[in-house]
């Protein structure tokens, strides 16, 4: 586990950091008073200096349009709430740098800011934010509070453990003051920049704050969504057993005007709605308010998904790597005869996997191998004294890569029993030591592939490709014999391991695996 | 031997006798008890009758400001009392012929009596001379509507404390009436009145009249009823009430005594319930008479359905047809949920109508809103043809655009009201309502003019008020 702090040569802007620059533009209160407003359109992007007085976004409510301009010069960091979508008095609208002349001044103009334009949102509330550590980081989960309601918090002690698509780490508190109320509770992934706790002196200022924002505390999220409308969160999937779907036998698909508008104002495919709320399954347009992504199913036609942010993570961590690592390729097949013969041996005695025997070949071999145990990090190559390894796992929401630590020190029995448990946890969602791996091995073998090249998942220097142990023709001393072959590709980052370094390390890693009983008992 | 039916539908009301015809239609042996006239409250006391007196009533108004029109009207403006009683009779004789003879031309049984059931399916029905027939029936569509309420402890003589039963056919008019509650009623008979020179009191117990509608449409009119002369008392009650020598003597809330010739009681209706035996059938009621029924009109005894104001979804005789073709659809087979957009018409002159929800309802769901309004009196039509009165009001949810709510009050607004009912039947968006053409000149343009000026796009009103304000940063 590592600290947000401990890790500027990655996250140049943590939490801490980020909290102090920006402030939240909130919708002001207004008279004469409304309930809500719906933000018509944003009159700036994100990333588009304004000046004060410049309008920002344009509101409308009731009959009123509102035009909220900005409090201060700065630049516009980020839209939070689309165009179409309402929200309340209070409720924050973007994040906003402001421009000042000293970076230590805007502390002291958001102080004085906060109780003087808003006083109905919770002037005396300091907000707590789920933090973006990290540029793809969409959303997070409170994994455990390390505080509770009432504590006085320092600033940079521990609130919470924060857990992303990518690591998990502790999150250390931007500001100081007494924490009020726990809005987020343990286990419940939300946006980053949400709400998650709130710091103030008394409760009644934390409470008249989450009113401002349609939330309630902790105790009460896991029976009161926080949406102001009582129409389902999930749009139309809300099915009664006798209500037949929205798609007739004729293939015409029963939807009220309203929603027909709105489905083709926002590209939502009607047919691939399911069944409305409406008489007979009808889609009414209260069921497409908070689907804003297109989906399709009429026959043969394509279908769209939204592309989820362990998805979008992934494909692009391996882009960069295949765009920006000079990876190159050195391919060996060994006689897998002794190795299945070894793991026949052990596999009663360890609990072992076949697989198992491979990531502590590679780590024993690694340990001979210092560069392939080394980074690349700013100017310097960092060796890293043990082999930590990283193993890739295939789960339906794509490809995770939990790491076994120091497998060069361990015995197969615990290696084989913390692979087990590293991989385990992968599965339900929880990935160990991320970050921390030196090497990857990506193992195919159980799908016959004969062979494949990996992509090295950086900072790492580089990955196996382990395939199917497949019986063949070997030839040893001009005479042919059956028997099993393994066929393996190492990926190297050319820029820490030469190319006869590679080869001598899949040479040297060859040997182990022909000779386990030497090399790995 | 009792005779057997498909159908038995106890009632023929503008629901009983709609849903009759419909299950007859799907090929039904059906039966309908009636013990007074065909076509119920509707027809025989109620919208009918009514709308009668109030043509006369509107064409007097008319013609009493015939010089707005540049219409000369030569000697005394005067009304015989007798003729429109005898075309509102006339009309009445005419519709009650009209429904026997689409019984007959589908073959729907009429037994003229009273109604009271001896088990499910088994209806006693006594005949006038006190002779009883038992009937059977495989279903039973109990259509037997409501009663205007009669208050408790008021001096019991209905030739002076009416209700609309009374007043529909009463013979003459009186000087000064009195009309206990502003609701839709109370309304339509004090503007009747007032054009034929009654002096009127209306007292209601809420804060406006129409409380059933959107309160704007209730104080517009509250203003055109004071600007006629009509005398108003809202956030009042009658706390006593007395007959002596001919003339009633009110005290109200506020302590004033007020006297009349006659009062006119209109404080609701309750259902007609209580004499059917409905426990024997295992129909259960709720604590004020309402039958209860789910999605598809059926009550607790399986097969038993009630429409219309028997089970007070709707105190509307075009929503007990509407009922009533759903009752009779189920009923033969079909499992349809009824859902449907009643609109409500008020014939005052100007006229008030509307569908879907108010604007307070639409607040109460805690939708985020926007309201559209236009006034009737910026439409050529309106000002060409002199109806500048009144108002559309259209209510829009922000963020789908759907149209939730038409309330129109003006000339002509119960015939407008169609265009919204169906819209919002439909469910549509009010991008559909603005981008379709409406007939120039026309009342229905405000309907047009309403839901562009809800989506802040009307042309036709000067720009909405922008409010610029500095963001609250925190």
């Known amino acids: 586990m590592r600290s947000v702090r401990e890790s500027g040569h990655r996250q140049p802007k943590g939490p801490a950091e980020l909290a102090k620059n920006m402030t939240l533009v909130n919708l002001p209160e207004v008279s004469p008073p409304i309930s809500s407003a719906t933000v018509v359109r944003w009159l700036k992007r994100p990333g588009e200096s304004l000046a004060a007085g410049d309008p920002l976004v344009e509101l409308e409510a009731d009959e009123m349009v509102i035009l909220v301009e900005a409090a201060a010069p700065g630049t516009l960091a980020e839209i939070l709430v689309k165009s179409g979508q309402t929200v309340r008095p209070g ?9 000042s002349p000293q970076l230590g001044q805007t502390d002291s103009s958001k102080e004085k800011a906060v109780p003087a334009s808003n006083p109905a949102s919770g002037g005396k509330a300091i907000p707590i934010l789920m933090p973006q550590a990290g540029n793809t980081m969409e959303e997070g989960t409170v994994i455990a509070w390390r505080v509770k309601e009432g504590d006085q918090i320092a600033v940079g002690q521990i609130l919470c453990e924060i857990e992303t698509d990518k690591a998990t780490m502790d999150f250390e508190s931007p500001d100081a003051g007494r924490l009020a109320r726990i809005v987020v509770p343990e286990g419940e992934p939300v946006a980053v920049k949400e709400l998650i706790a709130l710091l103030a002196d008394n409760d009644a200022d934390a409470d008249d704050y989450l009113a401002g924002q349609g939330k309630s505390p902790a105790v009460s999220v896991s029976c009161q969504t926080p949406t102001t409308s009582p129409v389902p969160k999930n749009g139309a999937v809300q099915k009664r057993s006798t209500v037949p779907a929205a798609v007739t036998a004729e293939g015409r698909v029963k939807a009220s005007p309203a929603a027909r508008k709105l489905a083709a104002e926002r590209g939502i495919e009607l047919s691939a709605v399911g069944a409305g709320s409406g008489p007979g399954g009808r889609i009414l347009s209260s069921d497409l308010r908070n689907i804003d992504f297109a989906t399709s199913a009429e026959n043969g036609a394509e279908i769209r998904k939204p592309l989820s942010k362990m998805r979008r993570a992934i494909g692009l961590n391996l882009q960069q790597s295949k765009q920006t690592v000079p990876h190159f390729y050195v391919r060996t097949t060994i006689d897998a005869d002794p190795l299945l013969a070894f793991y026949r041996d052990q596999r009663a005695a360890t609990n072992c996997t076949l697989n198992d025997l491979i990531v502590l070949a590679v780590g024993r071999t690694i340990r001979e191998f210092p560069a392939v145990r080394s980074q690349i990090v700013g100017n310097e190559i960092v ?52 970050g921390k791996g030196h090497f990857t091995i990506s193992n195919l ?40 072959s393994m066929t393996m590709t190492l990926s190297a980052d050319h820029r820490i391991v030469a190319g006869v370094m590679a080869a001598k390390f899949m040479q040297r890693l060859k040997a182990i695996l022909e000779h386990p009983s030497g090399e790995l008992a | 031997m009792a005779d057997h039916y498909q159908l038995l539908v106890i009632g023929a009301g503008p629901g009983g006798y709609v849903a009759a015809l419909k299950a007859a239609q799907l090929g039904a042996r059906v039966a309908v008890v009636e013990k007074h006239h065909l076509g119920g409250t509707c027809l025989n006391y109620g919208c009918i009758p009514s709308k009668a007196l109030l043509s006369s009533a509107e064409m007097l108004h008319s013609v009493k400001h015939a010089d707005k029109w540049g219409v000369k009207i030569g000697g005394a403006v005067g009304f015989d009392w007798t003729a429109i009683t005898a075309h509102k009779d006339k009309t009445i004789r005419q519709l009650r012929g009209g429904i026997a003879s689409l019984f007959k031309g589908r073959a729907v049984t009429q037994l003229a009596g009273k109604a009271r059931f001896e088990g499910p399916g088994r209806v006693v029905v006594t005949v006038a001379d006190g002779s009883e027939q038992l009937v059977t029936a495989d279903k039973v569509i109990i259509a037997t509507g409501s009663a205007p309420m009669r208050i408790p402890g008021w001096p019991d003589d209905p030739a002076i404390v009416c209700t609309s039963d009374e007043a529909v056919h009463w013979a003459d008019l009186p000087k000064k009436l009195l009309i206990i509650g502003g609701g839709v009623i109370g309304c339509e008979f004090a503007c009747m009145m007032q054009s034929f020179g009654v002096e009127v009191t209306i ?17 517009e009119l509250l203003k055109i009823f004071r600007q006629r002369g009509i005398v108003c008392h809202l956030d009042t009650k009658v706390e006593e009430m007395r007959i002596a020598g001919g003339a009633v003597t009110a005290r109200l809330s506020s302590g004033e005594p007020l006297s009349f010739d006659r009062v006119l009681v209109a404080t ?21 008479g309402f039958v209860e029924v789910n999605e598809q009109l059926e009550t607790s005894a399986t097969g038993h359905y009630t429409i219309g104001d028997v089970n007070g979804l709707s105190m509307l005789a075009h929503a007990a047809s509407a009922q009533g073709v759903a009752a009779a659809e189920n009923a033969c087979g079909e499992a349809k949920p009824f859902h449907a957009a009643i609109p409500s018409a008020v014939y005052t002159f100007p006229e008030v109508a509307a569908v879907g929800m108010t604007e307070q309802q639409a607040r109460d769901t805690d939708m985020p809103i926007a309201i559209g309004r236009f006034p009737i009196g910026h439409l050529g039509k309106a000002m060409a043809a002199r109806h500048q009165e009144g108002f559309a009001k259209m209510i829009r949810h922000r963020e789908t655009n759907e149209l939730l709510g038409a309330h129109l009050i003006g000339h002509n607004a119960t015939e407008c009201i169609a265009a919204a009912t169906a819209l919002i039947q439909q469910r549509v968006s009010l991008r559909d309502v603005a981008e379709t053409v409406w007939a120039h000149p026309t009342i229905s343009e405000a309907i047009k003019e309403a839901a562009e000026d809800a989506l802040g796009i009307g042309l036709h009103l000067p720009p909405r008020k922008v409010l610029r304000i500095a963001a609250a940063m925190a």
Do not use: C, W
Request: hydrophobic share 40%.
């Open chain 1, 91 to 99: 409720a924050g609208l973007a994040r906003f740098e402001p421009r």
């Open chain 1, 383 to 434: 060796e890293y004294p043990h082999a930590n390894i990283g193993i890739a796992v295939g789960t339906d929401e794509g490809l995770v890569v939990p790491v076994v630590t120091d497998v060069d020190t361990l015995p197969l029995d615990r290696l084989a029993a913390e692979t087990k448990r590293v991989v385990d946890q992968a599965r339900k969602g929880r990935l160990e030591n991320i």
């Open chain 2, 268 to 288: 609701g209706r309750r259902p007609n319930t209580s004499e059917l035996g409905l426990d024997r059938a295992g129909i259960r009621v709720d604590g004020r």
């Open chain 2, 203 to 219: 007292v209601e117990m809420m804060s406006r009249i129409l409380p059933t509608l959107d309160a704007d449409l209730g104080s």
């Open chain 1, 445 to 484: 073998g159980m799908f016959g592939v004969e062979e494949f090249s990996a992509i090295i998942n950086p900072p790492e220097s580089g990955i196996l490709a382990v395939s199917a142990a497949r019986e063949s023709v070997i030839v040893e001393n001009g005479a042919m014999r059956a028997g099993r």
